[in-house]
């Protein structure tokens, strides 16, 4: 009777124990969650974050999704009441103060359009606007305009004063876009808002454009992304055609492509990006993706990618330290070109 009362015992302390250690593992454990697909500086926007329990990774997922539309208020080309917006229709003659975020994006931006040679130039703007009407009258521009439009390009002619915070534009009709280089910014912003929050790992995904940090899911060692494949363009928005799958641990991605957004001209396709030196619209690519440690080098360097082509493009990523790029060249050849390095990132290479 004693005998088995100190078995029972010792079976009911045994079970208490192993409780309280899967308890303790599943305490440990991160949770990972979802945002679902959030519309976004005219995308889709999605983040995971990787936190202590459900509440703390709902607060990183909310503090990343109001750095996305801090941003999207700051520097939109639409929304008539940007900060934006006001320095298209007073930096000249200017000079006009601007807050610390615009000051900064636009900095950045200027930094990339130097360290590219123009290829990715931020004040494309009126070249943009020219190609949008252009669209709108099914009709591609003529020389006159073409002229026109590029005698008010040019990021030399932008001048920031880093002691006032303040810009001017040295010619009349000059305008900014930041759609290069807002995604690629607003996603790292949200990194950091994440991590203050206390992420232990996310995953921040702006069009396609994506960065990560920390512990993947489910005890991987790679978070594992997917590139859209150009050549089933009509299923963008679907998973599961993509041309490449890579694998990436602390670092961004970001991919430009003439499949996503695109204007159709007399039924000639039209890339969005625009090579200012031309003032034509780039068509010499179907993708470029850039893998580097941040999303703004990402993002501007692979629209620079584009309007450089395959052979000035990898002749640039090469010279940069710590950036890979992996192309597509244009219909109907796509052949699939990498700079020295970017096999590591590629998990899968998916046939067609
Ligand atoms: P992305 O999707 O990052 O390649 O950026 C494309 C957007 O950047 C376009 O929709 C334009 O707003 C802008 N853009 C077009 N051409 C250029 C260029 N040569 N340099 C910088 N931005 C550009
Ligand atoms: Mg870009």
Known sequence: MEKNKKILTAVFAAALLIALFFFL????????????????????????????????????????FRQFEDIENLLSYHKADSELSN????????????????FDVIERAV???????????????????????????NAVPGDAELADARSKVGYEKLILDVNENTIRFAEEGMKIDLGGIAKGYAIDKAVE??????????????GGDIRVFGRPPK??????IGVQDPRDAENYLLDGSYMLVLRLQNSAVATSGDYRRFALIKGQKHSHIIDTQTGQTSSRLSSVTVITENA??????????????AEKGIALIEKIPQAEAILLSAHPEYKLIKSTG??????????Y
């Open 111 to 137: 930094v990339f359009s130097e360290l590219t040679g123009g290829a990715f130039d931020v004040t494309v703007a009126p070249l943009v606007d020219l190609w949008q009407s252009a669209a709108d009258a």
């Open 219 to 224: 005890g991987k060692k790679y978070w594992h």
């Open 87 to 102: 320095i298209n229709h007073n930096a000249y003659p200017g000079p006009l103060k601007l807050s610390q975020t615009a």
């Open 296 to 309: 703004v080098k990402a993002d501007a360097l692979a629209t620079a990618v584009s309007v450089l082509g």
């Open 25 to 64: 593992i599943a305490a440990e454990k991160p949770v990972v969650l979802n945002s679902g697909r959030r519309r976004i500086m005219g995308t889709f926007a999605s983040v995971t974050a990787v936190a202590e329990n459900t509440n703390a990774a709902k607060k990183c997922i909310q503090a990343a």
């Open 193 to 206: 808002a994440m991590k203050n929050a206390g992420a232990v790992g996310a995953m921040v995904d702006i």
């Open 342 to 351: 970017g096999d590591k990132y590629i998990k899968v290479v998916s046939p």
